[in-house]
């Protein structure tokens, strides 16, 4: 079966765009996460879903993040109005269920903010 | 919340040799994971283990939830095992225990 896929690998914004990452979790996961990557550290949570609920999104570092999954499936993380600072790595991870389960994760998608 | 703290934080190695891979938690878990992430930053899963010992072919790994710690071994090193090693938690602690809370990681190098 297929792992965690996300799109684009790289995206490249000038500050003050919108961009729009996309995650494809694992057939039949009900859990799925986001994460914040720096260079260098270890990744960040952002924020959670359980199917179409976002139960928790302490993570998001400000209101110019928003994330989603409508249909349960297919999630999408939307960062408005671009800072330098929100360059990172973003990475998803989806796991069969909510609580301690083993999470996979995607490869990333890599955002550059110039 | 939770801290995770891992040592050594930079590791090289010759190829063929042992190592051992220390991750300390400050307070107890519901979940643990060890991760590779490969030199193109992929996070692949190498063990989930909250509790006891598991081997999967060169790699091994001991977490003693009690003395809240684990342990990554990696024998007969080979160049593809260079990387980042990352140990992740989870924590009622982190507020719901959904998140993992990654360490700090150790950068390992295996050199011909």
């Known amino acids: 079966g297929a792992g965690v896929s996300q799109s684009p690998r790289y995206k490249v914004a000038k500050r003050g765009q919108d961009v729009a990452l996309r995650c494809d979790p694992i057939s039949g996961h009900v859990s799925l996460f986001w994460y914040q990557q720096a260079l260098g550290q270890g990744p960040e949570f952002l924020t959670y879903f359980q199917n179409e609920a976002q139960l928790d999104k302490s993570g998001l570092p400000s209101d110019r993040f928003f994330a989603e999954r409508p249909e349960g499936s297919v999630s999408t993380l939307k960062i408005q109005r671009t800072q330098q600072e929100d360059s990172a790595v973003y990475l998803c991870a989806s796991s069969l269920s909510g609580f301690y389960n083993e999470q996979f994760f995607g490869p990333g998608t890599r955002l550059t903010v110039l | 919340g939770i801290q995770v703290e891992q040592s050594p934080p930079d590791l090289i190695l010759q190829e063929g040799a042992n190592s051992t891979l220390r991750c300390n938690f400050s307070?107890?878990?519901?979940?643990l994971q060890w991760f590779h992430q490969n030199p193109w930053g992929q996070l692949i899963n190498l063990f989930y283990?909250?509790?006891g010992t598991k081997q999967n072919g060169r790699l091994s790994a001991t977490t003693v939830a009690t003395e809240r710690y684990s342990l990554l071994y990696i024998s007969s090193s080979q160049t593809t095992d260079s990387g980042v090693y990352f140990c992740?938690?989870?924590?009622?602690?982190?507020?719901?225990?959904?998140?993992?809370?990654f360490g700090t990681g150790t950068q390992l190098k295996v050199e011909l």
């Open positions: 283990i909250p509790s």
């Open positions: 992740a938690v989870e924590s009622e602690l982190t507020g719901g225990g959904n998140k993992l809370t």
């Open positions: 307070d107890s878990v519901n979940n």
